[in-house]
Protein backbone atom coordinates (compact mmCIF):
# COMPACT_ATOMS: atom_id res chain seq x y z
CA UNK A 1 0.00 0.00 0.00
CA UNK A 2 1.37 3.17 -0.63
CA UNK A 3 2.07 6.11 1.52
CA UNK A 4 -1.38 8.56 1.78
CA UNK A 5 -0.54 11.67 -0.33
CA UNK A 6 -0.64 14.88 2.20
CA UNK A 7 -3.96 16.12 0.89
CA UNK A 8 -5.25 12.78 1.82
CA UNK A 9 -4.23 12.57 5.41
CA UNK A 10 -4.81 16.32 5.85
CA UNK A 11 -8.45 16.77 4.48
CA UNK A 12 -10.47 14.76 7.31
CA UNK A 13 -8.66 17.12 9.70
CA UNK A 14 -9.42 20.36 7.62
CA UNK A 15 -13.19 19.42 7.44
CA UNK A 16 -13.32 18.85 11.02
CA UNK A 17 -11.56 22.54 10.89
CA UNK A 18 -14.28 24.12 8.52
CA UNK A 19 -17.36 22.46 10.37
CA UNK A 20 -15.94 23.78 14.44
CA UNK A 21 -15.35 27.18 12.63
CA UNK A 22 -19.04 26.78 11.43
CA UNK A 23 -20.69 25.60 14.83
CA UNK A 24 -18.53 28.27 16.69
CA UNK A 25 -19.80 30.81 14.30
CA UNK A 26 -23.37 29.19 14.73
CA UNK A 27 -23.32 29.04 18.63
CA UNK A 28 -21.75 32.64 18.34
CA UNK A 29 -24.38 34.16 16.81
CA UNK A 30 -27.06 32.13 18.79
CA UNK A 31 -25.38 32.97 21.89
CA UNK A 32 -24.85 36.93 21.54
CA UNK A 33 -25.30 38.63 24.36
CA UNK A 34 -28.64 40.28 23.98
CA UNK A 35 -29.09 44.07 24.62
CA UNK A 36 -32.86 43.75 25.51
CA UNK A 37 -32.26 41.37 28.14
CA UNK A 38 -30.80 43.78 30.46
CA UNK A 39 -33.64 44.60 32.89
CA UNK A 40 -35.19 47.94 33.52
CA UNK A 41 -33.46 50.16 35.86
CA UNK A 42 -34.46 51.99 39.51
CA UNK A 43 -32.14 54.75 38.96
CA UNK A 44 -29.57 56.49 36.62
CA UNK A 45 -25.69 57.10 37.17
CA UNK A 46 -23.51 59.45 35.74
CA UNK A 47 -20.79 58.47 34.40
CA UNK A 48 -17.53 60.85 33.54
CA UNK A 49 -15.44 58.75 30.87
CA UNK A 50 -12.50 59.80 31.89
CA UNK A 51 -10.50 57.14 30.28
CA UNK A 52 -10.58 59.64 27.12
CA UNK A 53 -9.39 62.16 28.82
CA UNK A 54 -5.55 61.14 28.85
CA UNK A 55 -5.37 62.38 25.11
CA UNK A 56 -7.46 65.10 26.16
CA UNK A 57 -9.54 65.14 22.63
CA UNK A 58 -10.20 68.30 20.35
CA UNK A 59 -12.21 66.67 18.13
CA UNK A 60 -15.04 63.55 19.42
CA UNK A 61 -16.44 61.30 16.52
CA UNK A 62 -20.05 60.06 17.55
CA UNK A 63 -21.36 57.02 15.20
CA UNK A 64 -24.83 55.21 15.28
CA UNK A 65 -27.38 53.34 13.19
CA UNK A 66 -29.73 55.51 12.77
CA UNK A 67 -29.40 58.77 13.23
CA UNK A 68 -29.04 61.20 16.41
CA UNK A 69 -31.57 62.96 19.01
CA UNK A 70 -29.56 66.69 19.88
CA UNK A 71 -30.46 68.93 22.65
CA UNK A 72 -28.43 72.13 22.24
CA UNK A 73 -27.74 72.87 26.15
CA UNK A 74 -28.70 70.25 29.00
CA UNK A 75 -32.09 72.03 30.17
CA UNK A 76 -35.40 70.51 29.82
CA UNK A 77 -36.08 73.61 27.87
CA UNK A 78 -33.19 73.34 25.57
CA UNK A 79 -34.38 72.91 21.51
CA UNK A 80 -33.67 69.64 20.53
CA UNK A 81 -32.72 69.11 16.71
CA UNK A 82 -33.06 64.92 14.81
CA UNK A 83 -30.30 64.14 12.59
CA UNK A 84 -30.34 61.49 9.96
CA UNK A 85 -26.17 61.49 9.43
CA UNK A 86 -24.94 58.38 11.14
CA UNK A 87 -21.42 60.30 12.19
CA UNK A 88 -21.20 63.13 13.71
CA UNK A 89 -18.02 65.33 14.32
CA UNK A 90 -17.81 67.35 17.58
CA UNK A 91 -15.07 70.02 18.12
CA UNK A 92 -13.11 72.11 20.64
CA UNK A 93 -13.72 75.70 19.66
CA UNK A 94 -12.06 78.60 21.14
CA UNK A 95 -12.93 82.26 19.81
CA UNK A 96 -9.98 84.48 20.76
CA UNK A 97 -11.36 87.68 21.55
CA UNK A 98 -10.92 89.04 25.10
CA UNK A 99 -12.34 87.43 26.71
CA UNK A 100 -12.10 83.93 25.07
CA UNK A 101 -15.02 81.99 24.82
CA UNK A 102 -15.21 78.45 24.75
CA UNK A 103 -17.91 76.21 23.03
CA UNK A 104 -18.36 72.62 21.43
CA UNK A 105 -19.02 73.10 17.62
CA UNK A 106 -21.23 71.50 15.42
CA UNK A 107 -20.33 70.67 11.86
CA UNK A 108 -22.14 73.47 10.70
CA UNK A 109 -20.30 75.88 12.70
CA UNK A 110 -23.14 76.73 15.49
CA UNK A 111 -21.14 76.81 18.72
CA UNK A 112 -22.68 75.45 22.20
CA UNK A 113 -21.09 75.23 25.73
CA UNK A 114 -22.88 71.76 25.96
CA UNK A 115 -24.96 69.38 24.04
CA UNK A 116 -26.38 66.27 24.79
CA UNK A 117 -26.81 63.31 22.48
CA UNK A 118 -28.37 59.72 22.31
CA UNK A 119 -29.82 57.74 19.40
CA UNK A 120 -32.69 58.41 17.96
CA UNK A 121 -35.32 55.23 18.30
CA UNK A 122 -34.29 51.81 19.71
CA UNK A 123 -30.51 51.68 18.46
CA UNK A 124 -27.51 49.84 19.44
CA UNK A 125 -26.09 53.06 21.37
CA UNK A 126 -23.68 55.86 20.61
CA UNK A 127 -19.99 54.57 19.06
CA UNK A 128 -17.58 56.38 20.59
CA UNK A 129 -13.84 55.22 19.91
CA UNK A 130 -13.87 51.49 20.33
CA UNK A 131 -17.01 51.83 22.53
CA UNK A 132 -20.42 52.09 22.32
CA UNK A 133 -22.82 53.65 25.32
CA UNK A 134 -26.31 53.81 26.00
CA UNK A 135 -28.38 56.68 27.24
CA UNK A 136 -27.21 59.84 26.49
CA UNK A 137 -23.81 61.51 26.10
CA UNK A 138 -23.27 64.85 27.72
CA UNK A 139 -20.03 66.72 25.34
CA UNK A 140 -19.07 69.71 26.77
CA UNK A 141 -15.96 72.11 26.53
CA UNK A 142 -13.36 71.71 29.91
CA UNK A 143 -9.72 72.85 30.58
CA UNK A 144 -8.92 76.96 30.01
CA UNK A 145 -7.39 79.04 27.01
CA UNK A 146 -5.65 81.72 28.26
CA UNK A 147 -4.18 84.31 25.27
CA UNK A 148 -0.43 84.45 27.88
CA UNK A 149 -0.55 80.59 29.24
CA UNK A 150 -2.13 79.01 25.71
CA UNK A 151 -4.77 76.36 25.29
CA UNK A 152 -5.59 73.62 27.63
CA UNK A 153 -9.26 72.91 26.29
CA UNK A 154 -10.32 69.43 25.60
CA UNK A 155 -13.59 67.32 25.11
CA UNK A 156 -15.36 65.99 28.30
CA UNK A 157 -17.66 63.51 27.73
CA UNK A 158 -20.14 62.73 30.33
CA UNK A 159 -22.92 59.34 29.87
CA UNK A 160 -26.32 58.99 31.55
CA UNK A 161 -27.33 55.72 31.88
CA UNK A 162 -29.99 53.58 34.03
CA UNK A 163 -27.31 52.15 36.61
CA UNK A 164 -28.52 48.34 35.13
CA UNK A 165 -26.98 49.56 31.88
CA UNK A 166 -24.06 50.72 33.51
CA UNK A 167 -23.13 47.66 35.49
CA UNK A 168 -23.45 45.40 32.19
CA UNK A 169 -20.39 47.85 31.22
CA UNK A 170 -18.77 47.00 34.94
CA UNK A 171 -19.34 43.20 35.86
CA UNK A 172 -17.27 41.94 32.91
CA UNK A 173 -14.41 44.28 33.43
CA UNK A 174 -14.34 43.88 37.03
CA UNK A 175 -14.86 40.43 37.72
CA UNK A 176 -14.16 37.62 34.82
CA UNK A 177 -17.87 36.92 33.12
CA UNK A 178 -16.63 33.31 33.58
CA UNK A 179 -16.56 33.38 37.42
CA UNK A 180 -19.42 31.34 39.17
CA UNK A 181 -22.66 32.75 38.84
CA UNK A 182 -22.61 33.01 42.67
CA UNK A 183 -19.88 35.41 42.44
CA UNK A 184 -21.06 37.55 39.44
CA UNK A 185 -23.99 37.91 41.49
CA UNK A 186 -22.50 39.34 44.50
CA UNK A 187 -20.11 41.25 42.13
CA UNK A 188 -23.35 42.70 40.59
CA UNK A 189 -25.15 43.49 43.99
CA UNK A 190 -21.89 45.30 45.12
CA UNK A 191 -20.90 47.20 42.13
CA UNK A 192 -24.97 48.36 42.16
CA UNK A 193 -25.03 49.58 46.03
CA UNK A 194 -21.07 51.07 45.32
CA UNK A 195 -22.77 53.19 42.18
CA UNK A 196 -25.75 54.15 44.36
CA UNK A 197 -23.42 55.11 47.56
CA UNK A 198 -21.40 57.17 44.79
CA UNK A 199 -24.05 58.78 43.24
CA UNK A 200 -25.86 59.74 46.26
CA UNK A 201 -23.04 61.30 47.69
CA UNK A 202 -20.92 63.01 44.51
CA UNK A 203 -23.82 62.66 41.90
CA UNK A 204 -20.91 61.62 39.62
CA UNK A 205 -18.78 58.14 38.63
CA UNK A 206 -15.59 58.02 36.88
CA UNK A 207 -15.06 55.27 34.10
CA UNK A 208 -11.81 53.99 35.61
CA UNK A 209 -10.75 51.91 38.74
CA UNK A 210 -10.95 55.37 40.71
CA UNK A 211 -15.03 54.33 40.96
CA UNK A 212 -15.74 51.11 38.37
CA UNK A 213 -14.37 50.31 35.67
CA UNK A 214 -16.76 50.75 32.81
CA UNK A 215 -16.97 49.87 28.83
CA UNK A 216 -20.47 50.35 27.96
CA UNK A 217 -22.27 48.82 25.75
CA UNK A 218 -18.96 47.05 24.66
CA UNK A 219 -18.75 44.85 27.35
CA UNK A 220 -22.14 43.01 27.61
CA UNK A 221 -21.68 39.02 28.31
CA UNK A 222 -24.73 37.24 28.54
CA UNK A 223 -23.88 35.54 31.75
CA UNK A 224 -22.74 38.89 33.39
CA UNK A 225 -26.66 39.94 31.86
CA UNK A 226 -28.03 36.79 33.77
CA UNK A 227 -26.63 37.68 36.96
CA UNK A 228 -27.90 41.05 36.59
CA UNK A 229 -31.63 40.48 36.03
CA UNK A 230 -31.62 37.63 39.00
CA UNK A 231 -30.13 40.37 41.25
CA UNK A 232 -32.41 43.14 39.82
CA UNK A 233 -32.15 46.84 41.58
CA UNK A 234 -30.68 45.10 44.79
CA UNK A 235 -27.81 46.89 46.92
CA UNK A 236 -26.64 46.63 50.19
CA UNK A 237 -27.82 48.53 53.04
CA UNK A 238 -27.00 48.32 56.89
CA UNK A 239 -30.21 50.27 57.72
CA UNK A 240 -32.31 49.12 54.55
CA UNK A 241 -32.10 52.87 52.74
CA UNK A 242 -28.60 54.16 52.79
CA UNK A 243 -26.50 51.83 50.17
CA UNK A 244 -23.44 50.49 51.72
CA UNK A 245 -20.28 52.07 50.59
CA UNK A 246 -19.28 48.67 49.30
CA UNK A 247 -15.40 48.31 48.74
CA UNK A 248 -14.13 45.49 46.40
CA UNK A 249 -10.69 44.52 45.58
CA UNK A 250 -8.89 41.84 43.29
CA UNK A 251 -7.34 39.92 45.85
CA UNK A 252 -7.06 40.11 50.14
CA UNK A 253 -4.06 37.65 50.32
CA UNK A 254 -5.91 36.32 53.37
CA UNK A 255 -7.03 39.34 55.43
CA UNK A 256 -9.27 41.97 54.36
CA UNK A 257 -8.76 45.39 55.55
CA UNK A 258 -10.92 47.85 57.73
CA UNK A 259 -12.45 50.10 55.82
CA UNK A 260 -12.79 52.74 58.18
CA UNK A 261 -8.80 53.11 58.55
CA UNK A 262 -7.77 52.41 54.75
CA UNK A 263 -10.45 54.90 53.69
CA UNK A 264 -11.18 57.31 56.82
CA UNK A 265 -13.65 60.06 55.20
CA UNK A 266 -15.95 56.83 54.55
CA UNK A 267 -18.46 56.42 57.44
CA UNK A 268 -19.67 53.08 57.06
CA UNK A 269 -18.17 50.57 59.30
CA UNK A 270 -17.27 47.50 57.20
CA UNK A 271 -14.20 45.30 59.38
CA UNK A 272 -11.58 43.56 57.96
CA UNK A 273 -11.94 39.72 58.15
CA UNK A 274 -10.17 36.53 57.84
CA UNK A 275 -10.77 35.17 54.07
CA UNK A 276 -8.48 32.17 53.08
CA UNK A 277 -9.94 31.31 50.22
CA UNK A 278 -7.86 33.51 47.75
CA UNK A 279 -4.95 31.52 48.74
CA UNK A 280 -2.95 29.93 45.42
CA UNK A 281 -4.14 32.45 43.31
CA UNK A 282 -1.70 34.80 41.50
CA UNK A 283 -1.64 37.62 43.55
CA UNK A 284 -2.05 35.85 46.88
CA UNK A 285 1.70 36.08 47.56
CA UNK A 286 4.48 38.21 45.80
CA UNK A 287 7.43 39.57 46.10
CA UNK A 288 8.28 43.40 45.46
CA UNK A 289 11.74 44.67 45.23
CA UNK A 290 13.48 47.72 44.45
CA UNK A 291 17.56 47.72 42.99
CA UNK A 292 19.83 50.30 45.03
CA UNK A 293 19.50 52.86 42.56
CA UNK A 294 15.70 52.53 41.95
CA UNK A 295 15.02 53.09 45.69
CA UNK A 296 17.57 56.00 45.15
CA UNK A 297 15.27 57.64 42.67
CA UNK A 298 12.58 57.22 44.85
CA UNK A 299 14.47 58.61 47.60
CA UNK A 300 15.23 61.16 45.67
CA UNK A 301 11.78 61.45 44.49
CA UNK A 302 10.61 62.05 47.75
CA UNK A 303 12.83 64.47 48.89
CA UNK A 304 14.76 62.69 50.97
CA UNK A 305 18.20 62.16 49.89
CA UNK A 306 19.46 60.05 47.03
CA UNK A 307 19.58 57.21 48.94
CA UNK A 308 17.49 54.65 51.08
CA UNK A 309 18.76 53.86 54.57
CA UNK A 310 15.70 52.82 56.40
CA UNK A 311 12.13 51.53 56.06
CA UNK A 312 9.29 50.78 58.30
CA UNK A 313 5.81 51.15 59.06
CA UNK A 314 4.79 53.93 60.69
CA UNK A 315 1.30 52.92 60.94
CA UNK A 316 -0.78 49.78 60.13
CA UNK A 317 -4.33 49.33 59.54
CA UNK A 318 -5.65 46.99 62.53
CA UNK A 319 -7.26 43.85 61.39
CA UNK A 320 -5.03 42.95 58.51
CA UNK A 321 -1.74 44.93 59.09
CA UNK A 322 -1.61 46.49 56.20
CA UNK A 323 0.74 49.47 56.21
CA UNK A 324 -1.26 52.57 55.82
CA UNK A 325 2.12 54.75 56.46
CA UNK A 326 5.79 54.47 55.71
CA UNK A 327 8.80 55.89 57.70
CA UNK A 328 11.44 56.32 54.84
CA UNK A 329 14.84 56.96 56.05
CA UNK A 330 16.92 58.95 53.15
CA UNK A 331 20.46 59.52 53.99
CA UNK A 332 19.74 63.22 54.15
CA UNK A 333 16.37 63.65 56.13
CA UNK A 334 13.44 61.18 57.05
CA UNK A 335 9.43 61.62 57.03
CA UNK A 336 6.39 59.82 56.90
CA UNK A 337 5.03 59.22 53.65
CA UNK A 338 1.41 57.97 53.28
CA UNK A 339 0.64 54.77 50.56
CA UNK A 340 -0.62 57.22 48.05
CA UNK A 341 2.04 59.66 47.81
CA UNK A 342 4.46 56.53 47.98
CA UNK A 343 2.44 54.96 44.95
CA UNK A 344 2.73 58.21 43.13
CA UNK A 345 6.43 58.81 44.08
CA UNK A 346 6.74 55.33 42.46
CA UNK A 347 5.51 56.21 39.27
CA UNK A 348 7.16 59.40 39.09
CA UNK A 349 10.13 57.73 39.75
CA UNK A 350 9.62 55.24 37.25
CA UNK A 351 10.02 52.34 39.47
CA UNK A 352 7.41 49.54 40.84
CA UNK A 353 4.12 50.43 42.52
CA UNK A 354 3.68 47.41 44.73
CA UNK A 355 0.40 45.46 44.62
CA UNK A 356 -0.95 46.06 47.84
CA UNK A 357 0.25 47.14 51.53
CA UNK A 358 -0.14 43.72 53.21
CA UNK A 359 3.80 43.54 53.80
CA UNK A 360 5.00 40.18 55.61
CA UNK A 361 8.18 40.77 55.55
CA UNK A 362 11.40 43.80 54.52
CA UNK A 363 14.13 43.89 54.38
CA UNK A 364 16.78 46.41 52.94
CA UNK A 365 20.19 45.82 51.79
CA UNK A 366 23.09 48.37 51.00
CA UNK A 367 20.07 50.24 49.88
CA UNK A 368 17.94 48.16 47.86
CA UNK A 369 14.64 46.70 49.33
CA UNK A 370 13.14 43.65 48.96
CA UNK A 371 9.41 42.61 50.15
CA UNK A 372 6.97 39.79 50.26
CA UNK A 373 3.64 40.62 50.63
CA UNK A 374 0.46 39.76 49.38
CA UNK A 375 -2.92 40.69 48.34
CA UNK A 376 -4.01 43.40 45.01
CA UNK A 377 -5.90 46.44 45.51
CA UNK A 378 -6.90 48.18 48.74
CA UNK A 379 -8.06 45.16 51.01
CA UNK A 380 -11.50 46.76 51.76
CA UNK A 381 -14.63 44.89 51.80
CA UNK A 382 -14.98 42.08 49.10
CA UNK A 383 -12.68 40.02 47.48
CA UNK A 384 -12.86 38.70 44.05
CA UNK A 385 -10.80 35.85 43.52
CA UNK A 386 -12.56 34.81 47.10
CA UNK A 387 -15.81 35.01 46.31
CA UNK A 388 -15.05 33.16 43.06
CA UNK A 389 -13.34 30.46 44.91
CA UNK A 390 -16.52 30.27 47.17
CA UNK A 391 -19.01 30.52 44.52
CA UNK A 392 -17.44 27.70 42.60
CA UNK A 393 -17.56 25.85 46.42
CA UNK A 394 -21.21 25.58 46.08
CA UNK A 395 -21.21 29.19 48.14
CA UNK A 396 -24.32 32.04 47.48
CA UNK A 397 -24.22 35.20 46.80
CA UNK A 398 -26.08 36.33 50.36
CA UNK A 399 -23.26 33.88 51.86
CA UNK A 400 -20.32 35.58 49.95
CA UNK A 401 -21.35 39.39 50.81
CA UNK A 402 -22.20 38.25 54.17
CA UNK A 403 -18.46 37.40 54.62
CA UNK A 404 -17.16 40.51 53.85
CA UNK A 405 -20.13 43.29 54.47
CA UNK A 406 -21.39 41.16 58.36
CA UNK A 407 -24.48 43.46 59.51
CA UNK A 408 -25.34 44.65 55.94
CA UNK A 409 -29.02 43.25 54.27
CA UNK A 410 -29.84 42.70 50.34
CA UNK A 411 -32.23 45.39 50.18
CA UNK A 412 -34.61 46.06 46.62
CA UNK A 413 -34.69 49.16 45.22
CA UNK A 414 -38.35 49.98 43.60
CA UNK A 415 -38.62 52.63 40.83
CA UNK A 416 -40.36 54.45 43.66
CA UNK A 417 -37.83 54.44 46.38
CA UNK A 418 -34.74 55.32 43.52
CA UNK A 419 -36.50 58.75 42.46
ZN1 LIG B 1 -9.18 36.75 49.35
Known amino acids: ?4 SAAT ?9 IAAAAGFFWFGLFERPDEDQIPASAFEVRVRLSSFEDER ?28 ERVLELRASIDTSNPPTLAVQLPDGRRFPRLQLRASGPSEGLGLGERRYAGTLTIEIAGDYH ?14 VGVEHYLAGVIGPEISPRAAMAALEAQSIAARSYAAHRMARQGLLFDTASSQVY ?16 TKGEILSMD ?13 GGHTAKGAEIFPTEADPIPGVASPDCEGTAHYRWSYSLSKEQAGKLVETLGLGTRLVGLQAE ?65 VGMCQMCARR ?29 R
Not at 1 to 4: G, L, N, T, V
Not at 240 to 248: D, Q, S
Open 147 to 160: HETGDTTFLRVTNT
Open 1 to 4: MSAP
Open 215 to 230: QGLSALDRRVITALRR
Open 240 to 252: GEKPLATFYHSTC
Open 390 to 418: MGERGASAEEILARFYPGARVHELSQESA
Open 315 to 379: KRESASGRWISLLVRGDLTERAVGVREWKIACSNAGVAVPKDMLWHDVSLVDGALAVNGGGFGHG
Open 9 to 17: RWLPLLVVA
Open 57 to 84: PKLLRLSTEQGFELRLGDEPASAVETRV
